[in-house]
């Protein structure tokens, strides 16, 4: 696939706890409003392509308090009805790969709902590359294999902008599973 | 030899301290649980088992071993057990260990002690600061350029400096200053030890940093004065005047704010609204430098409403001694018989309507103060003098009384800024008083008139018979003493050969015979036999003098006070140094040659000592070899020659300081072995020694002079130090329990010691130091309380007139109009400027200990900063955290601002002991204060006026410094230069 | 949807007496010695002490702007503190470039490498008032309030803040954090730090560890001025149901956010202000309608009470409430108990 798809905000409604719910009701509207997703397979894995414009990247958090990197994840269902958007349901998982800017390797995440992610260590083989310029960050993610993927062939994305706070549950999404096509 | 143990008493001042031992795992030991079941269920401290992000801080918790310490050599005027945790061979972190037990049912315990420095001694132990190997210059003094050398080297070098240095001017000219950090073990007592043998000067430095109670001194013939802080609370009026306990006695302060709950009333008097303040019923915004005439007010007031204790009055103080009102000086034998001794005064005796002999004055021979009538405080009366003359005579009471009548509340208000009503509620509160006391610190002595605001409050507590009465009377800061100490200093054998020497050494056999039999025979009490041996040990024995004396030898310096101080005193500061030598009352030396070789140990001589531009200029340039023995680098370590690491404090056999607040003994114990090349003190002399001895040999080196008071052979130097070889090189132990050998620690075992840390004293000690406390019946349960030889055994006080004195008529003290303590104005030092700069110890280190350490600095600001006012700093444009110029007629010097609400307008407040290399050029403000020297305090003859160590010698007033402050843009800052071409013409 | 907090079987608490403390920081490096020598929290104070009035530690932590509740105790954004102009940055200093100095004209001198904006005792002694009619000033030291209802865990969107049963400890799950920092802005206190090299949050844990063992934390058995009791809400017998309940002198901080602090304090009586003659009145320096916009309306009670009872010491009378304050014997002050663990010997 290679389209660019409108994002929309994580609804912090939905977050758990009483405060971002209430602290973030105001964050309606996407930081990130749109990215490009290309997703293409490479032998037995996936080579995927996200970009998105941003005019103030934050790389660097080492030795601050109140920074956050900019970051993005593509994510795939486990099961063939794990919901998106909380973030997979008991049962019913989704993991995927977490970029952030201030980290050279990537996170592998698995989650069953709000505020379950699990962070690990990619499997081996896993790269991430990332440039901005001209405004734009592009981040490749090369995986060496993603059964989630490879069955349900659907594929999510999330845009953490660190310029605007965002973290956890603030950050900009795909409307949904996309399919690979 | 059974004599011996019982006569065995030192003649010394200062006593010692130590370290030992390798840690001592006794991890149930260092908490107080409530039965040992509980105590047995915490340890030992094992790993907790990885189960669970919890068990990572659990795992922070946990050690290999504890060992008890405290912070020896710190010049902290207390001392706090703690326990020190080890982990893999480092000490990670330190805990108080809190197992004081209350001293007497109805007072709080002193647990847990400590404060924040101790808490982070190892920030300073592995801190940047730490010094590791030794160090020889290579560049110019003071321009950083050092090489590392190995111990053998730098013993050698340094040998072979001192022999030539002494060969050629004197082993008087070997100086060291006594500290002020220093502990009371063995490394300490080495320090001394080689001093002492090897015929090297020693320097007070009691007044010269700002420390010595002159007053006291002047009032009560002795300047450190002061029992267990726990019996601060049980006074019912508590006068905070001028000290900050909460900043500068954190273990203690305590004992104030409990006493305020059991219903006493606190009074502080600053000009600072300080943390100590904040806690007051009534604070006293005092001007600056007025104290002594808000205590004459409450004199006059005390007397006014009768609210005096007239018994005590009468036996206790000079009130009724009687006064020529032709000549204005006390009534003497020999202005009324033939022969009659300069030293008897006289009271009226009203039955008999004559003067009579007053007992227990100097020269009187009964050594009691008890009477047998009431001799009256007023009045006056007319006596025939041996010449047939009659002139009138008056009880010192009633021209007391006059000197009073001035100091009404509205007029002192006036001089102090304080408002009537202010006054009057002090001085009602006084007179309400059951037991009053006053808490004078050592910070109380820094302004050139210090002596009469402390003469002033010490009339006060005399009134009413507060001194010597539990619970009430005057805390400024008294001392224990270890006998053992002064032994372990002196002695040349082990044993009781050597202490037997050590006794012999300060007193010839015949006087000892001689004082023996006046104590048997009430000719004197035993407190005076030892005081007398202490002034006959002092002057004739022991090579000393003060710091103002030595840097005095330089004309140039002397030069520069003496201009500073002109028309401050009838006649120039130098005429009466002048007159001092010609009489004989100063120290005599250096009587040959000012110093050459400089051991700076425990002391930080260029960062505290006032201009310093003049003694590096006039003193410090001029001296051969500098040596400094820290385990710190200093800004003087920084100007010297060599710097040799010292061991830390939690790395040698150490005993903290004895005073009085904390009626323990503090063992220091070797928790870790010194940190990379280190050495602890004992060894380093010990290894010099060795060395000197060697050479000595070898060049065949004839016995010297000493400084004129007894010979020194360097041929034995070694022999003498090691107790003829009983002390090997790491025999420190082995004097810590020579020093435990003290009346003080009687039964205190090293042993007990590893193991508790602590142990309560048994009694005051024997030595004049302590006898300060004058409390001869306290064996160690209870509030110590002191000066119970005077009330209560009524033995005299050691005054020229036998009691608590507010009268003197010294020529010196006629001639400045100081007979009676009076109010005088701070004099204008360093100009005439808007800001009186002001000092504080420090919150935030001990001197320049931990001034420099991050993670104090964290806690202020990171540099040093002058407090002002927020309305002064509107007022000159300089925003708080500015940097500001800080000027007067020496100069100026960068520093930030820091505004604070409780700083009175007109002062410039600062916190004490920055370090000259946290400026820029390297040049603190001490390079702008000058350093009165009050010439009263060079007058001698006179009983308890007279230079002694620990007791009487000029100092240097800081607290009158003028400056200015003006915004800093840029401008060049800077002291300015020293005219090192040296003036003509004035004594020196 | 808030997160019910389950009451803990016991509350572990603390009650500090200001009138007995004396700005010293003991307690401050006590703990910083203990737990937060890590590079990542150099920054940070889990206990640290405050001149009242001030800014405070981080800055402006009293400024209702920056806290996660609004003054009724409904949730409202609250605000980051950064490094430099908030809590501080650990300044480190050239030590190795001034002792070795060159001994050049001018000088290199000990000072901070790093641009000094603000601290954890920036306004040390500041204070406010004219002197000398009424400057005023107190000290306020301050650790995470363990509250009953913590803002912090409510503001975890991960759920790894949780307070403990036994003892009501809150803590953070160093496993579960994922450094969102929700929990910093939440809390009104801002006792939740982050760990900038870890990149997880932590906070005071009412030294857990020593709490298993019945041994008081290190800033309270550190204190030299003996002015903190550790104990159990519930223990009738122990010193914090005594000051807080029943004789209602021990207080929280910031109550109308309505989190339930389990640390109290004993507010500060003060010398009296001067009149513009200078003459002494009867009001107290510090002016009550400061404390209460700290401690809430139950400030003036509680110093009428601790009033009231000193009162009766000056007059030679007893005090049951006297007494307890003075702490006669200092291991009274904290009532634990020590529960077994399992240690690898």
Known sequence: MNKTITLGAAPTGMQPGGYVPAAFADRTEAATPAATIEAVAAGNGWRITLSWACTTPVRHTANETDRFPDACAV??????????????????????????????????????????????????????????????WQVVFEIPAWSALATQRQIAVAVWAGAAQERAGLKSVSPGWLPLG | MGEVSTSRRTFLKFAAAGVAAGAVGLPLYHYRFRSPEEAVRVGPRGTPPLGSWEDLYRQRWTWDTIAKGSHGWANCRSACAWDLYVKDGVVVREEQTATYEQSEPGVPDFNPRGCQKGACYTEVMYGPSRTSVPLKRVGPRGSGQWERIGWEQAISEIAEKCIAAANRWGTETLYQDLGPNFDFGPSTAGRFKFQFMAGGMFADNWAEIGDLNLGASMAMGFAHVGGSADEWFLSDYLVVWMMNPSVTQIPDAHFLYEARYKGSELVVIDPVYSATAVHADQWLP??????AALGLAVARHLLDVGAIDLPYVREQTDLPLLVRLDTGRFLRGEDLVEGGLETQLYMWHPQRNAAVEAPGCSGHEARSLVLDFEPPIDGQWLVRLKDGAEVGVVPVGAML?????????????????????????????????????????????????SDLMNRAKILCLALKGALGRKGAGYQATGWVDLDGFANAMQMERPGIAGRLGALLGTIEPAQL?????????????????????????????????????????????????????????????????????????????????????????????????????????????????????????????????????????YEKAGIKYTMSYIPYVHYCDVAVPPLAESKDEFEIYWLLTREIERQAKAADLPVFEGCGRGSTDWKTLHQRYSNRGDLGQHDAEKVVREILDSSATKGVTLEQLKRDGIARFTATGTSVQASALHNPDWTGPGVLNTLTRFTEHKEPWPTWSGRITSFIDHPWFIEMREQFPVHKDSP???????????????????????????????????????????????????????YAELYNDYGSVRMRVKYSTAVRPGVAYYHHAWEPHQFPNHESYKWLIPGLVNPLHMAGGYQQIDHMMNRYQPGSAVQDTRLGIRPWTGQPTGAKPVATSRSDGEPT | MKYETPAPDRQIAMVLDLNKCLGCHTCTVACKKMWNTDAGTDYAYWNNVETMPGKGFPANVHDPATAGRDLDGATKRGQLPDLDTGYGRAWTFNHKDVLASTGAPV???????????????????????DYPRENHYFYLPRLCNHCTHPACRDACPRGAIHKRQEDGIVLVDQDRCHGYRFCVEACPYKKVYYDHVRQVSSKCIFCLPRIEEGVAPACARQCPGRLRFVGYRDDPDGPIHKLVDRWKVAIPL??????????????????????ADGRPTAEPRIPLAYLESLFGTAVGPALEVLLAEREKTRKGGTSELMDLLIAYDWNQNFKLDAHQREVLS
């Open chain 2, 828 to 882: 204008k030092a360093g100009g005439d400027h808007p800001f009186q700069f002001v000092s504080c110890h420090a919150r935030w280190s001990i001197h320049s200990s931990w001034r420099d350490t991050p993670m104090m600095l964290r806690l202020q600001r990171g540099e040093p900063q002058v407090w002002i006012n927020p309305a002064e700093g509107t007022r000159l444009g300089i925003a708080d955290y500015d």
């Open chain 2, 286 to 291: 005092i001007a600056v430098g007025t104290d």
């Open chain 3, 107 to 129: 000088k290199e001198w000990l000072r901070p490498r790093e641009e000094v904006k603000w601290g954890p005792n920036f306004d040390e002694d500041h204070g406010a008032g």
């Open chain 2, 513 to 649: 015979f001689d004082a023996m039999l006046d104590i048997a025979m009430k000719r004197k009490t035993q407190n005076e036999v030892e005081r007398e041996g202490e002034y006959f040990y002092t002057k004739n024995r022991l090579c000393t003098t003060d710091v103002v004396e030595v840097n005095f030898t330089a004309p140039g310096y002397l030069d520069a006070l003496n201009r500073e101080q002109e028309g401050m005193s009838p006649r120039p500061l130098a005429a009466y140094r002048e007159e001092s030598r010609a009489n004989g009352w100063g120290p005599g030396v250096p009587a040959n040659a000012p110093p050459k070789v400089f051991f700076s140990g425990g002391a930080n001589l260029l960062r505290r000592n006032n201009l310093p531009q003049y003694l590096k200029a006039f003193v410090w340039d001029d001296m051969e070899l500098i040596v400094d023995i820290n385990p710190k680098f200093s800004f003087t370590g920084t100007q010297a020659d060599y710097i040799l690491p010292a061991a830390g404090w």
């Open chain 3, 254 to 275: 910031h109550p109308e956010y309505g989190l339930g602090p389990n640390v109290f304090y004993v507010p500060p009586m003060s010398p009296p202000k001067l009149d």
């Open chain 2, 401 to 449: 009384k006059e000197h009073l009548d001035p100091w009404t509340f509205d007029y002192t208000a006036q001089v102090t800024g304080l408002h009537v009503e202010q006054i009057r509620r002090f001085a009602e509160g006084w007179a309400r008083a059951e037991r009053p006391m006053v808490l004078s610190s050592w910070g109380s002595n820094r302004y050139m008139h």
């Open chain 1, 75 to 136: 994510l795939a269902p486990v099961a063939p009805d794990s919901p998106w958007v909380t973030m997979g349901a008991p049962g019913k998982a989704v993991e995927g790969f977490l970029w952030k800017a201030d980290r050279e390797q990537p996170f592998h995440i698995r989650a069953e709902g709000l505020g379950s992610a699990q962070r690990a260590a990619p499997p081996a083989g896993t790269r991430v590359t990332a440039a901005w310029g001209d405004g734009q």
